[in-house]
């Protein structure tokens, strides 16, 4: 099992351009989510799926987008990428049906800087 | 929602010392307590986790301990060595409708030899 992959690792953006963050996993997890990670910020919550179809907003939302058309992936869409994107994000899954009390397998960040 | 306290933000202990990190939480109907931890540059990945009906657990050097009526809950790392040297995270998370893990901000954990 691979696990979380998170693709690209490295990323610099433009203010305004657009792009996609990929998070895969291998596991037949039904949650995933996505995190971004600021120093002093601990982890946020952008956005998160229970199942294929499902999606919700966690605690800062704008300017993210995502979509979650099989159990495998969740990639998460910067429409119009702002300075105050600079993050690490993080994507996360964990088991069916127990992610409220089950761990979160976390993948390995995908470090942006928007310039 | 969920509010998660964690302190101290960072915290340095001679090898060998022990170190307590505390975090409380505001939601009484929270029952599930993951800690984190952090290298640099690293992912989180998961050390011990605790549940409501427990009051505390151990795995070798570290302990967590979890008070639900003042609604917090603390990591204990005995023995301290330099490889614990990390950002640790803890969590909470109601067992109600689709919530998910609130964190808190992190304690830095340096062990000096």
């Known amino acids: 099992n691979a696990g979380v992959t998170q693709t690209p690792k490295f990323q610099v953006l433009k203010t305004g351009q657009s792009m996609t963050l990929q998070c895969a996993q291998d596991?037949?997890?039904?949650?995933m989510s996505w995190y971004r990670q600021d120093p002093g910020m601990g982890l946020r919550l952008i956005h998160y799926s229970v199942g294929a179809g499902i999606t919700d907003q966690g605690e800062v939302p704008n300017g993210y987008n995502v979509s979650r058309s099989t159990t495998e992936d969740f990639p998460l869409r910067l429409l119009s990428a702002a300075p105050s994107q600079t993050s690490v994000y993080f994507c996360a899954s964990s088991p069916t049906g127990a992610f409220r009390s089950a761990p979160l397998h976390f993948g390995n960040g995908t470090r942006l800087t928007v310039t | 929602g969920e509010n998660v306290e964690q302190h101290p933000s960072t915290l340095s202990v001679q090898e060998g010392d022990s170190a307590v990190i505390k975090c409380t939480y505001s939601d009484s109907a929270s029952n599930y307590f993951p800690w984190y931890k952090q290298e640099l540059g690293k992912r989180p990945q998961l050390i011990i986790d605790i549940r409501s009906n427990v009051g505390e657990k151990k795995d070798q050097r570290i302990a967590v301990t979890l008070n639900k009526t003042a609604k917090h809950f603390s990591l204990h790392i005995t023995e301290t060595q330099p490889e614990d040297s990390a950002v640790y995270f803890c969590?909470?998370?109601?067992?109600?409708?689709?919530?998910?893990?609130?964190f808190g901000k992190g304690t830095m954990l340096l062990v000096s030899p």
């Open positions: 969590a909470a998370t109601p067992n109600s409708g689709y919530s998910t893990l609130t």
């Open positions: 596991m037949n997890h039904e949650y």
